[in-house]
């Protein structure tokens, strides 16, 4: 461990130690192992592990947050354990006011697992499990673009979101698989004015509250290709998916819930295939004449659990294939498919 950590040879047994001896714009690498220690990154690196399995920092027992993020940064491929999940306050990872990325992690052990305060950072292909709370975003403000894409959450047994969205901005929550387990109440829960959010190309399911719940949406909410499932059948009125009048909610698939589509009013609906829910619609919301009630033929159509065998592709003849928005088109210039 000899300064300034230039080789493998002379490498540094902390990383808090390499942090402290950079300059905004260097590189650091970490090799395997656990580092137990928390982290202040006080200047804009590259933070590179060797894989999200391998290279642990583990933060049992130390600072409330693990990561604690004070200026824009890159973090790619860690295993990262917070201080305690049963705490509440702690935190994995948490940044305020700047914009890093946070890529091919796993966390686990937080109360949150990500917090994104006043940014418009991204999260990328990490997976979350055994926390209270998965993402948080708080804007304050309509210049917040913050992104969650190609994650993976896993949630049970707590009364916290899988991804909360609240207060501001203008977020992109699209490509993600997020499970409930016992006792989680909502999947995406969106509240108090944002300005305008997508949700888009989700798998969302086995909440007690609301899969996916915009409200309080300033301008617009897009639900758009999402498949939500799972919503228990013994809680009334809590819905698959809800929107207000600045809701769109089109392409999805709602299936095996309490109610498919829930309106605070008059969303605008169209082209959603509905199966095996007591109630398709309530609210402010009625069947559209483009929309499908039939079985989606799944491949696998298993309830979704944490290394589960599930398998939401669509069966060839699916009702859901080019049934879709006829204004949206794949990529293979085919009318859009229903569902993810």
Request: glycine share 10%; aromatic share 10%.
């Amino acid at each position: 461990s000899t300064p300034p950590y230039t080789s493998w040879q002379t490498a540094s047994d902390s990383i808090q130690k390499c942090i402290n001896i950079c300059v905004g714009g260097d590189t650091i690498y970490v090799a395997n192992g656990v580092y137990h220690e928390s982290l202040i990154v006080n200047k804009y690196l590259w933070l590179i592990g060797s894989s999200m399995d391998s290279t642990v920092i583990d933060g049992t027992g130390l600072a409330g947050i693990t990561i604690d993020g004070h200026s824009d940064f890159i973090l790619n491929s860690f295993n990262i354990i917070g201080k305690e999940r049963n705490e509440l306050s702690t935190t994995a990872i948490a940044f305020s006011g700047f914009n890093p990325t946070i890529l091919n992690c796993r966390i686990t052990k937080a109360g949150s697992g990500i917090y994104m305060g006043r940014s418009s950072g991204k999260v990328e292909n990490v997976i979350i499990n055994n926390c209270n709370l998965g993402i948080d975003t708080f804007c304050a403000q309509d210049t917040c673009y913050p992104e969650i894409t190609e994650c993976f959450i896993f949630m049970e047994n707590t009364g916290s979101p899988a991804i909360s969205i609240f207060d501001g901005g203008n977020p992109l929550i699209t490509k993600n698989i997020i499970i409930g387990g016992e006792y989680c109440n909502y999947g995406i829960n969106v509240a108090y004015n944002v300005k305008t959010i997508i949700i888009k190309n989700n798998v969302v399911s086995g909440f007690i509250f609301n899969n996916i719940s915009p409200s309080d949406v300033t301008e617009s909410a897009l639900i758009e290709n999402n498949n939500s499932l799972h919503l228990p059948e013994n809680i009334f009125g809590w819905a698959g998916i809800e929107g207000d009048p600045n809701t769109v909610i089109r392409n999805n698939i709602t299936a095996y819930s309490n109610v498919g589509i829930r309106g605070w009013s008059t969303p605008v609906t169209n082209n959603n295939l509905f199966w095996q829910n007591i109630n398709n619609t309530i609210g402010g919301v009625s069947l559209d004449s483009s929309d499908i009630v039939a079985d989606p033929m799944f491949v696998n159509d298993t309830i979704p659990v944490y290394g589960g065998t599930y398998d939401y592709h669509l069966q060839k003849y699916a009702p859901a294939i080019d049934a879709g928005d006829p204004n949206i088109l794949d990529v293979d210039g085919s009318r859009s498919d229903i569902g993810v």
